[in-house]
């Protein structure tokens, strides 16, 4: 597809393939400006039925508008392809930029915050994103994050309309079809289950997970077993792996990965309260109060406010 026109847009390089299609950056030439240009698997085109489910899906995705979230352009069809145009986002992803051993306390709640801004106004629009991992979390060259492909998984099971009683994974296999990755899913979503907000803030927590300790908390040598980790298992706490982390991020962490829905944050809005909330308390010098004595009334008093992160 490299130097060849699709509609309007010329096809510059290939950006990376998944389960979505090929992603290529292209010159949009009515426009003057590059964009990423997402072309579709063919069986978006040859059925119409599921192409009107896909347009249906895709047209509620472009209405969502953030700076935290890649905005999609329009959806188009050129010479029997069929893809989506989307902003150009410079820089690198966060599965290539995490630290080894992760992220100092600092950075790790600028880049969760600005998550859990993206996600709760996905959340507030009734879209949840179903494929939340490092790759697809971008961050531009002057420390903006954006998040790709939101909403994309439901797309893709628009193609498929059988595809969501399948267990989701990242290769095809006999288990399932390609849906997402499988070391960042919530247990609902792996066993195939109907998913709603209260999985991408599993997955979120499993993404806060590796950016505060430089590992994943599920790990296995097949789907499978990593699959029966996600449903069974509880990882140690971050706080046991990075000492230098505050307990309380440590909490926050662990409500996210709860294997029972009912028991996380019901929305990442609710997760976006207690983030800034801990900020501020490092930020006020106070933590190490908090951390030395955490049932100190006094300090309580002051702060009552901090009582939903800090209790």
């Known amino acids: 597809m490299i130097g060849k026109m699709l509609a309007h847009f010329h096809i510059k390089e290939l950006l990376g393939a998944g389960g979505m299609g090929e992603v290529y950056r292209a010159h949009d030439t009515k426009l003057g400006r590059d964009v990423a240009l997402k072309i579709l698997p063919s069986a978006m085109a040859s059925d119409p039925d599921r192409r009107r489910r896909f347009e249906r899906e895709a047209r509620a995705v472009a209405a969502l508008k953030h700076p935290n979230i890649v905005t999609i352009h329009s959806v188009e069809e050129a010479e029997g392809h069929s893809f989506l145009t989307m902003e150009m986002v410079e820089g690198g992803n966060l599965a290539s930029l995490i630290p080894k051993d992760g992220y100092g306390t600092d950075q790790l709640l600028r880049i969760a915050i600005a998550l859990t801004e993206a996600l709760t106004a996905a959340h507030d629009k009734g879209i949840t994103h179903r494929d939340l991992k490092p790759a697809n979390i971008m961050i531009e060259p002057g420390g903006q994050?954006?998040?790709?492909?939101?909403?994309?998984?439901?797309?893709?099971?628009?193609?498929?309309?059988?595809?969501?009683?399948?267990?989701?994974?990242?290769?095809?296999?006999?288990?399932?079809?390609?849906?997402?990755?499988?070391?960042?899913?919530?247990?609902?979503?792996?066993?195939?289950?109907?998913?709603?907000?209260?999985?991408?803030?599993?997955?979120?927590?499993?993404?806060?997970?590796e950016m505060a300790t430089g590992e994943r908390p599920f790990k296995g040598d097949t789907n499978i077993s990593t699959i029966s980790s996600i449903r069974r298992e509880d990882?140690?706490?971050?706080?046991?792996?990075?000492?230098?982390?505050?307990?309380?991020?440590?909490?926050?962490?662990?409500?996210?990965?709860?294997?029972?829905?009912?028991?996380?944050?019901?929305?990442?809005?609710?997760?976006?309260?207690?983030?800034?909330?801990?900020?501020?308390?490092?930020?006020?010098?106070?933590?190490?109060?908090?951390?030395?004595?955490?049932?100190?009334?006094?300090?309580?008093?002051?702060?009552?406010?901090?009582?939903?992160v800090l209790a």
């Open 235 to 308: 990882p140690p706490p971050i706080t046991e792996l990075k000492k230098r982390l505050p307990r309380h991020l440590g909490r926050i962490v662990r409500r996210c990965l709860a294997i029972d829905p009912d028991r996380r944050y019901q929305t990442a809005h609710d997760l976006r309260n207690d983030l800034p909330v801990l900020q501020e308390v490092i930020d006020s010098g106070e933590m190490a109060a908090y951390e030395l004595e955490p049932g100190a009334p006094d300090r309580r008093a002051r702060r009552p406010w901090l009582t939903p």
């Open 145 to 209: 994050l954006k998040v790709l492909d939101f909403g994309l998984a439901k797309l893709r099971e628009s193609l498929d309309p059988g595809s969501e009683k399948t267990v989701a994974v990242e290769e095809a296999t006999q288990e399932g079809r390609i849906l997402g990755t499988v070391a960042y899913m919530s247990p609902e979503q792996a066993e195939g289950k109907p998913v709603d907000a209260r999985s991408d803030v599993f997955s979120l927590g499993v993404v806060l997970y």
